[in-house]
């Protein structure tokens, strides 16, 4: 047995923590979420106005509604490329697996600023693409929408967060034993129904913890719609950055931020809940 | 017609082969057990009857088509036989009903002839009152029970077992042995079961094919298996033995500090002698036809019914099975009938 005075100093640096970088940061947001701002100067008077501004102004609610479908439409691109190649580097990939499993991770060692950048390059009216196109004769003006715009962050952000849904995803795929999957085939059942009743229903705690990335990482971001969105691709985080900076309205930025908090909770209740309701049946 | 013939079968990974040459064939409704320690093919082989493994020689004919050569595998799914899988393999996402009626559904037979062989089966192995419980919450014999019926709610031809009591405990086991021979008469499938255990081997099948390196030892009844073994491994992996390791010369086989008179040409010489063919000798006369040899008790393991002594005979040790005796110690007589030591090659 363990004394309590050194159970105590175990804990006692998580907690500190935990305290200072979490707790304390969120109180001091949810504190100021309900002040105000006169004249440039921060008050500490309670009050609910910062809420009804964001829920009245459509300002707000435009670009936290368009955030979410950019999250969602980049979920469901991170999906649909990362189910694939998770899938076939578990189930198909022989050898060269373990070479192809460090090429999806190798891109997340690279700074996701150069990341950015590359796009920048590649997107851009005098871009890599438009270029190719126009060599190739496909158009004669360069296409306009591929950057600063809500397809580019769609696009950049798929990218980023593709190898945050591969790899709950390959863990999942994974850890479904074999002979499960074999047991399909023996019965009669070609790859295609093996795939649609035994191995997807089992990867399903995997799809939802990607899915889970992938939402919630975008729903928060902040680089990609700066970098590549322009004025239509403004994310909900570039409104919080720009408040709590330029605009000096720290009490409203503090109110849409709890806001987000509260949607990416919920998110993660939910998924949590969703994947206990898989796994414990 | 056999249900089941491989010939010259052989698995090579690199340039080790695993399996290496089996002929074996299987009739109707036999149950055969393919047995031997691990690493010695005899799951590879397994897997190539099945279709997941293409061989790299010779071919698995059922019903006398060819399944399996080198160059062409009928896929697992459309073979008619069915694999029990050593961790029985039955989904954990799908309830014992669905788990049993998944092969049945595949084939798109009309639900209510699905639901009424489902119950059937079920009812078969037991296991009606759990047909909607999830896997996670049965025991292992249970889960055992649910991957069979998966299997010959099916009707296979050929039901393929791979050493699929091995996760249970000791009397669990003997319970579910009992309960497969049961089936397996009940339904006249043939069985082919996979296993290292020696003993289960013997309780349940018709036919031990024994199986060395890859290649395939002896192959015979249980009984002829163990009263007849050919070579010292089979005598050795089949029950315990002696082997007796000597000379014959002059028509005298001469084993360390025992000698008696045999057929057969001069030269080295290994004879197998079960434990239970030794006796202690009663009398002071030597019986025609047996041997009769002094030797010193050095252990003595009491079993219940039986008990076992190691005794020391001129430097040869001898492993010799009595019944329950009593305590005994210092130097006695025994004897074996000639027609006992049998002669194996190495």
Known sequence: ????????????????????????????????????????????????????????????????WRTMRIAAAVTFCSLLLGYPLAYYLSFHAGARKELLYQLVIVPLWVSYLVRGYAWKTILGSEGVLNGFLQYVHFTHEPVAFFLYSP???????????????????????EHIPRPLVEASEDLGAGSA????????????????????????????????????GGASGIMIANVVQSLFGAAYDWPLGAAISVCILLITISLLFLSERLEKRWSSK | MSRLALRGLVKAFGSTKVVDGVDLTLEEGEFVSLLGPSGCGKTTTLRMIAGFVPPSEGTIEMNGQIMSSPGSVVPPERRQMSMIFQSYAIWPNMTVAENVSFGLT????????????????????QLGHLAKRYPAELSGGQQQRVALARALVNRPLLLLLDEPLSALDANLRKQMQSELKALQRELGITFLFVTHDQEEAMALSDRIALLRNGALEQVASPREIYAHPATAYTARFIGQTN????????????????????DGPSGPVIFSLRPEAIRLA??????????RFRATLQQQ???????????????????????????????HDFIFSIADAIRVQE
């Open chain 1, 1 to 64: 047995m363990y004394s309590r005075a050194y159970k105590t100093l175990v804990s006692l640096p998580p907690l500190l923590w935990v305290g200072l970088f979490l707790v304390l940061p969120y109180a001091m947001m949810f504190a100021h979420s309900f002040w105000a701002v006169r004249d440039g100067i921060l008050v500490h008077q309670w009050n609910l106005h910062n809420y009804v501004t964001l829920f009245s102004k459509p300002v707000y609610v435009e670009v936290l």
């Open chain 1, 151 to 173: 397809f580019a962050v769609v696009l950049v952000l798929t990218h980023i967060y593709t190898p945050f849904v591969f790899l709950p995803l390959y863990a999942a795929l």
């Open chain 1, 193 to 228: 129904q093996t795939f649609l009743r035994v191995i997807l229903p089992l990867s399903i705690p995997g799809l939802l913890a990607g899915a889970t990335f992938a939402f919630v990482l975008s729903l928060g971001d902040f680089l990609a719609p700066l970098l590549v």
């Open chain 2, 106 to 125: 595949l084939r798109k037979l009309p639900s209510d002839e699905v639901r009424r062989r489902v119950g059937e089966m079920l009812e078969i192995v």
């Open chain 2, 243 to 262: 082997l007796l390791r000597g000379e014959i010369r002059d028509r005298i086989a001469k084993c360390s500090a025992v000698e008696w008179p045999v």
């Open chain 2, 282 to 291: 009663s009398g002071g006369a030597t019986v025609p036809g047996t041997v």
């Open chain 2, 301 to 331: 393991f009491f079993s219940g019914a039986t008990e076992l002594l190691e005794v020391n005979c001129g430097g040869q040790l001898l492993r010799v099975r009595i019944s329950a005796h009593g305590p005994l110690a210092g130097e």
